[in-house]
């Protein structure tokens, strides 16, 4: 357990005037399973880009099978190092198979031709090996993500790597599909592979890592064995420097008039007999494991998935939601998962992301007023407490978090009456998530809807009114607060059907 | 210690410069040609009749790379607009002949350019064909009615309907052709400037404010850069599409009008031939990027005198024209690699 496979000493790193690594040390051991924490900019992401030959650092040394490095030149030679890198992004190539993902551009082959059967044969023990049964010749596109990553990772374990960097692996997953991840972990663990797991679900690095490196601002501020005297609490405070809590986040409100009623929603292959509503003032949690139609059933509410069969009633009247901007002048907002397929806008600039649904409103005449533009932005950067040097920059200059946030200012600035968030903390670090959750309560209270969407069980849980629970593109139940557990919900999630929850919920 | 900090400022303001350079490279492309020009053979290029000829002669290209722009940001591109300069060219010369109003020939040609604009961009909105499909189908559809009706030859201005070159009346045409042949300013001692070089200006600045400005140039931008998350964010983008190839149409038949009053004929075979591609050469030089969401207007004004100014020089040193095409094709990935160097990202493609 004890011997020191990568030893990384005293790593400077900065771009432009930013600092942001400063002398930080991080010792991998081998068999072992250590978890990179700390919050959206802290880093981490740097940190790992120079492990992996991605960034050469500006002061420091890498040790590594006995030598020491002053950088590792590219990825190509981190490869050779035995080091693989799990990207967040999955670079597999949908249209081919497994084997032919897994054989790209290392090819086997007979004469000129290529030997398909020996590729099939050797995919098959590397998936062995990773502990998943899967046929090789399984088209990529057809695989749901957690087996993505899975044939991801089978592909850096092709080229003997003896390190694997795991960039947030579960972020999309379902607790099913972590559950899948985490065994093919420890089984390579068990194989004498090192693993760094960056994750911001804490609960996950208590239940899978051993070791730990918690990274604050740049500089590393702990790290160490995982044992009984470190709990998420621990690690929670180290990573934001301060003490975190969650009591009293939940307010008991009253409810308003009914806002929104969906009833017998449905559209093939992607959900059915949707039946729900939303008071004014009310948070309500959809959740299940990834692909229960719950993104799907939101998007066709706000009119970006039609035709459908059914009915969507806003405010008593009865409304085709055919396009998303019939919605948003309905008064809904959208926070959609994955934003950055469906949230930020990469090429335009802070400012022009934040005010993407509201710019019509910030006109004088024809053009664009920078002084309402400005006021818009102002006011948002200060109610979310965004870190915005200037919104000029590009978003992509922000970190995960703030990204959200300006997403979360789209949606605000309609002054909304209903706002549906899909996965709201993605990608978010304990810090802002805070932030997120204290945010949606204070609009709550202040008479605004929620539809909160999200696989995290706790999440609905510490926010939510009501909670439906889906499986499969079905409500299986609907839960009141006072009843809902996280073992309930899991129970129903996976398809467990419990008649006494049905009966309530039916009632 | 003193020496190594020394070293990290001068690294600061290199990144800096070079991310100003990269955002600002046609300008640049430019300046470089523009000083090279000098150089070699300043006493003819500088002189004001050059120059001004230089800006006459891209004022045509410059106003349909305007339209082009608006494609490439929305992440197409038009091969049709040469085809397309030749069809609404041809139907205004048509209806100013048969009319002899300029206004109803100019509303004629604009209005045939926004249909054109509004059947390309509904085939690729709404029935999600690939733009380089369906305007590769109109270039060659445009082209084909245009020599079918002129049956391959040319129609020149001020000729009455049914009549032949001999029956041309001079006076008319040239109410149709002083649209471009006029210049303001015109003194004794001053050329003044040809007219065509204040439409592509003016134009310019509507463009500039159209894009930089409106709710509806933001959401042009968003919907190249990010289609899902504009429709999420409620942008209408097949009409924002739609519009996109509409405005590009006006762009190509406002620069149809000018071309046509200039040369005072149109040719079913040959007008606009090699519009296409010096368009879209001069908006790729202009920093846009092909994927789409990125582009400016300066970039494109810019990027069409780069052009402009590469053809002057190799005229004025003699360079034998057959080799100009080489020069200007080197200009386009030579800019491209420039501002990838400059601005430090590497695209996929």
Redesign the interface.
Known sequence: MSDIVVSMKGIDK?F??NKVLHGVELNLYKGSIHALLGENGAGKSTLMNILGGVLPPDEGTIEIGGKTLKKIADTIAAKKLGIGFVHQELTLLNDLTIFENLFIGDEIKKGPLLDKKTMIEKSKEILDRVGVDLDPKTPVRELNTSYKQVVEIARILMHDAKIIIMDEPTASLTDVEIANVFKMMSSLRDQGISIVFISHKLGEVMQICDRYTVLRNGYMVATGLIDDTINEHVIATHMVGRELSYDGLYVKRETGDMLLEVKGLEREREFKNADFSIKKGEIVGFTGLLGDGRNELFESV?G?NSPYKGEIILRGQKVKMN???KS??GGVS?V?RNRK????????NIA?NMT??V??K??NL???SRRKERGFTDKYIKELSMSVHNVKNPITSLSGGNQQKAVLA?ALG?NPDLIIMDNPTQGVDVGAKLEIYSLIMQLAQQGVSFFVLSSEAPEVLMLCDRIFVMFEGEIRAELDRSEATEQKIMFLATGGVDESVKTAATA | MLDHALT?VR??RG??IMRFLGNNAALFAFLLLFIMAIILRGEIFLQPVNILNIMRHNAIIGIIALGMTLVIVLGGVSLSVGAQLALVGWISIEVFNATRNIFLAMLACVAAGIITGLLEGVLVAKFKVPSFIVTLGTMTIFRSIVLYGLTGGGLMVGIPPGGVGADRDVEVARIYQNISNVNLFQTDDFIGIPLPIIYWIALCVLMY?FTS???TG??I??T???E?????????VDKIRILGFAICGAMVALGAVVETARVGAISSAATGVEHNLDAIAAVVIGGA?MAG??GRISGTFFGVLTLGVMTNLLAIMGVDPFLHGAARGLIVIGAVLLQRRLDGTKEAT
Do not use: M, Q, W
């Not at chain 1, 397929?341 to 335009?348: H, M, R, S, T």
């Not at chain 2, 899902?228 to 209408?236: F, T």
């Open positions: 900065s432009s005037e706000v970006a396009s998303r901007n948003l002048k959208y959609p397929e469906n949230g930020i806008v990469k090429d335009l022009t993407l649904s710019v019509e910030l006109k024809l053009l664009i789209k309609t | 990290k690294n600061i990144k800096d404010l400005h409106t709710a933001r959401h931008f968003a190249g850069s990010n899902k998350a504009a429709k999420l964010s409620g942008i209408k990027s969401g990125k």
